[in-house]
């Protein structure tokens, strides 16, 4: 009698669950966040920071994550009767919508004459590397944006120089020491409350060019000389100070000035125009970062998830990672936007 058994043969799906190890998703998030300028700014509700990061375990794609604010009393006190007037606890909720982003990478097996596993490793270094630049440019990208959060309200923007909007702006509205006083003026205005608690400082967030036009006036070089250590300790020939596991440029006012290139910049609408870069000075809570969470092996796990693929006979290989997150100014009352000249000064 002919043996009709089938070969119980090894597919592709068998090889990628014996080798892939799942700790893959987390590494890749934790290093995308240890490689992020904002992950030094964030933490959970009541963590004093700028950025409050809101995890959820969402069932269905598309789903929302809700930020509850309770509203500080406002009533008079009552000198009669209290019975009768006591107030209402108010609240508002800020629904954020995470969205799935991805990224992936694809190579060939004949592309790499081992195993593919180094391809792999590299494979995944490049991935958390574009999921820290992700992060932070979102977060830009709604911290200079005009959200409204909580309040309705859209953030102030104060203006280089003497220009009053992107249209107005020229070459030589750059930004200086009297625009950290006007930022500080309209926090201080809103009662935010600094980064870190009352005897904590504002956090300037600018631009490289910003921080250089700042740098070259008198004033700055002045006031930074006069308040430090003399000799080569001081931050004008170090570059700055540790600050929270980086390095501050200086500061002013009580506000911690930190410089990256990563602020973004436009093109200004006046003629001729010039670049502009978009810088911002925050307090505590000004930004949401709603991330969404899923599960490994029965444990919940937030941030980047992982997944590889193999396709044509494992000839084709390719690994991705992707979030699902939301962005949004959570109270705008607590950032302020500075807008000024930034033109190449080495152009």
Request: aromatic share 8%; charged share 20%; hydrophobic share 35%.
């Amino acid at each position: 009698m002919a043996n009709d058994a089938v070969m119980n043969v090894i597919q592709p799906s068998d090889w990628m669950s014996g080798t892939i190890p799942t700790v893959y998703s987390r590494r890749i998030y934790q290093e995308a966040m240890n490689s992020m300028l904002w992950s030094k700014f964030m933490g959970e509700e009541g963590a004093l920071m700028p950025i409050i990061k809101k995890t959820d375990l969402v069932a269905e794609a598309g789903g929302t994550i809700n930020i509850i604010r309770t509203l500080n009393l406002t009533g008079d006190a009552q000198t009669g009767r209290l019975k009768g007037n006591e107030e209402k606890i108010n609240t508002q909720v800020l629904t954020t919508s995470p969205s799935l982003k991805r990224h992936g990478v694809a190579w060939e097996e004949l592309s790499d004459k081992r195993v593919s596993f180094s391809t792999r490793e590299r494979a995944a270094m490049l991935l958390q590397r574009r999921w820290a630049e992700q992060f932070d440019d979102d977060i830009w990208a709604a911290m200079v944006g005009t959200g409204t959060g909580f309040s309705g309200n859209a953030p102030t923007v104060v203006w280089g120089g003497d220009a009053t909007a992107l249209s107005d702006i020229d070459s030589t509205d750059t930004f200086d020491i009297d625009d950290i006083d006007k930022m500080r003026e309209k926090l201080e205005e809103n009662k935010t409350v600094p980064v870190g608690g009352a005897e904590g400082q504002y956090c300037l967030f600018i631009h490289t060019r910003q921080a250089y036009y700042l740098g070259i006036t008198d004033a700055w070089r002045t006031y930074q000389k006069d308040a430090d250590v003399r000799g080569i300790e001081n931050w004008l020939f170090s570059g700055g100070k540790p600050y929270g596991g980086i390095k501050a440029f200086g500061y002013w006012n009580g506000a911690a000035i930190f410089k990256t290139n990563q602020a973004p910049t436009v093109t200004s609408t006046s003629s001729p125009s010039c670049t502009v870069a978009k810088g911002v000075m925050v307090g505590c809570e000004a930004l949401a970062h709603a991330i969404e969470s899923y599960t490994i092996d029965g444990e919940i796990v937030e941030g980047v998830k992982y997944a590889e693929q193999i396709d044509d006979y494992g000839n084709e290989k390719g690994i991705g990672a992707g979030a699902s997150y939301e962005d949004k100014i959570l109270t705008s009352e607590n950032l302020v936007q500075i807008w000024s000249a930034a033109n190449n000064p080495n152009a």
